[in-house]
């Protein structure tokens, strides 16, 4: 369609609209046009989706950074490669007209690219609070002609970038593709515990929130479970390898109730006594029960009735002090050397206080590198200059600094990833390269996956950080995957279709 075309079609809306008889909405788009001004209007309504958390929140976070990027777009490059004069005032009867009629180019219009990224960008996270703000965005763009500061040609451009702003958003902080637990083809055929008869549970109290008890919980679904609390001074492992010794045979099955340091140090001792576990969700944010499938002690209780569930993979680090002494410590989830512990914590602290997963990752990153140390490190025999390394247990996904979900659990692979500070700016260089998404293609960052990790210190000690928990100190860690080492209560739903049907084949 020729440029002049658009121009009669445009003339020819804007007159229909001009025809429209006078009513009270016409006050109404006025005062709504105005309002949206510099985008005033939709932090508003941010602020108040924010305030109560969850998707809700993460949406207006995904808002305001589709703002952000539909405004930058619209008029600060479009308006000024493609100038336009504004409709004529004369079209339209006074009364509809702006007070203060805008003077910049009418091409494109940025309240309709606001509305819509705004909107859009919501709907990536709460369906729901878009069907409500869509009629809403709908009227701002119409106001914009209504009031007689664009043609419709302005406003559907505007459109097209607020779209494209949403869209956009996907780079920074990507939508989740993994739908359900991690797959494993790997199913086992576990004891049935309907009342609990032979389930030996540890129940952190100090796990979760402090109005709820988990072992009184777990009692309530199984009344013949034996429930105990850690004791103050002494190590998870030795407690229940306790226990164990002193009633052989008894127990069929290990069960966790508590965050994920908690169930890595009961997953050990299932998986050194060949024991399956049950797991009970009951820690804070519960990354390993929601990777394995597990949400709710419902899905827990269903599973461990029927007995079925699945093997999976554990990691474990033997660390060394150089004078002999040698710790082992397995780990469900991540370990992790230099800054990268802090960051953790910083991170799922904000996330605590229900930050969204990137947003928060990006800050605690910033302010971890601030005052980092490097480490001079051996990796399996190569000398390498770093700030931090991190050691998943499987391949983690997405491959940037904030890994946040395992598509499967039997990789038999650790994930490794490191941030090089032998590079000039090598910290600013691994912040902008995150913040543009391009951190797979910087020269200061390394991912790879393997069986094992070798790494020795070769300038002091550092303490391991495993799945949260700060370990002793060392300079020798040996990182290894353990595949299938553990058998874990899942109910049937939860496995992938595919290798449920191709382990039944075997």
């Given at each position: 369609m020729s440029?002049?075309?658009v121009?009669r ?6 007159t ?5 008889p ?6 109404a ?7 949206a ?7 508003a309504?941010g602020?108040?989706?924010?305030a109560r ?23 600060l490059?479009?308006?000024n490669l ?18 203060t009629r ?39 763009a119409?106001?914009r ?8 040609t ?5 459109s ?5 702003a ?8 990507p939508?989740?593709d993994?739908d ?9 055929v576990?004891?049935?515990?309907a ?6 549970v ?15 919980e ?8 034996t ?11 030795d ?8 009633s052989?045979?008894e ?13 890595a ?6 998986a ?26 419902d899905d827990?209780?269903r ?7 699945v093997?999976?993979?554990l990691?474990?680090v ?5 004078a ?6 397995w780990f469900?989830?991540t370990a992790?050397?230099g ?5 953790v914590?910083m ?16 800050v605690?990153?910033?302010?971890t590198l601030r ?6 490190v051996?990796l ?32 038999g ?15 600013a ?8 998404r ?16 070798e ?5 002091g000690?550092?303490?391991v ?8 100190l ?25 290798a ?5 084949r075997?």
């Open positions: 440029a002049r075309r121009s079609v445009d003339l020819d809306l804007m229909r609209s001009a025809a429209v006078r009513t009270g909405v016409d006050a788009l006025k005062a709504l046009s105005t309002s001004n510099k985008g005033r209007l939709w932090f309504v602020a108040l989706l924010a958390p969850g998707p809700t929140r993460r949406a207006a976070l995904r808002g305001v950074g589709a703002i952000a990027i539909a405004s930058t777009s619209a008029n490059v479009a308006k493609f100038p336009r004069r504004r409709p004529a005032a004369e079209l339209l009867p006074r009364h509809r007209r702006l007070t805008p003077t910049s180019s009418s091409f494109p219009s940025g309240h309709s690219a606001s509305a819509v990224a705004f909107t859009a960008a919501v709907a990536m996270e709460s369906p729901l609070a878009a069907a409500v703000l869509t009629p809403l965005a709908a009227a701002v119409y106001s002609v209504h009031t007689g500061v664009h043609w419709p302005d406003v559907a451009a505007g097209a970038i607020g779209f494209g949403a869209w956009a958003t996907r780079h920074w902080w939508k989740s993994q359900g637990p991690g797959h494993t083809a790997h199913r086992a576990l004891p049935a515990l009342a609990g008869e032979g389930l030996l540890l129940a952190n109290p100090k796990s979760g929130t402090d109005d709820v008890d988990p072992g009184a777990v009692l309530r679904h199984w009344p013949r479970a429930v105990l609390a850690p004791e103050p001074g002494r190590g998870i492992i407690q229940l390898a306790e226990v164990l010794a002193a052989p045979g127990v069929r099955a290990l069960g966790v109730a508590g965050g994920d340091g908690t169930v140090a009961v997953a050990a001792v299932a050194e006594h060949r024991l399956p576990l049950v797991l009970i969700p009951a820690g804070t944010l519960n990354h390993f029960a929601r990777d394995v499938g597990v949400a709710t002690l827990a209780r599973a461990a009735a029927t007995g079925t569930g093997r999976m993979d990691a474990g033997q660390i060394g002090d150089g002999g002494g040698v710790e082992h410590r469900v989830n992790s050397l800054g990268y512990p802090e960051m914590r991170r799922e602290l904000l996330e605590s206080r229900k930050w969204a997963r990137w947003p928060a990752g990006a605690a990153l910033i302010r005052g980092a140390q490097p480490m001079e051996d399996d025999g190569r000398r390498e200059r770093v700030w931090m390394l991190f050691v998943g247990n499987g391949t983690y996904e997405p491959k940037g600094f904030a890994p946040n979900r395992r598509p499967a659990l039997d990789t692979l650790l994930d490794v990833r490191y941030l090089r500070a032998d590079s000039p700016y090598s910290r260089r691994f912040v902008l390269a995150t913040l543009t391009t951190l797979t293609r910087s020269h200061v960052y390394r991912q790879y996956d393997t069986v094992a990790l790494v020795r210190l070769l300038d000690h550092r303490r950080a495993t799945d949260g928990e700060v370990g002793p060392g300079n020798h860690f040996h990182f290894r995957s353990e595949p299938r080492a553990l058998s874990i209560y899942r109910a049937d739903q939860s496995l992938d279709p595919d449920a049907s191709g382990s039944r075997g």
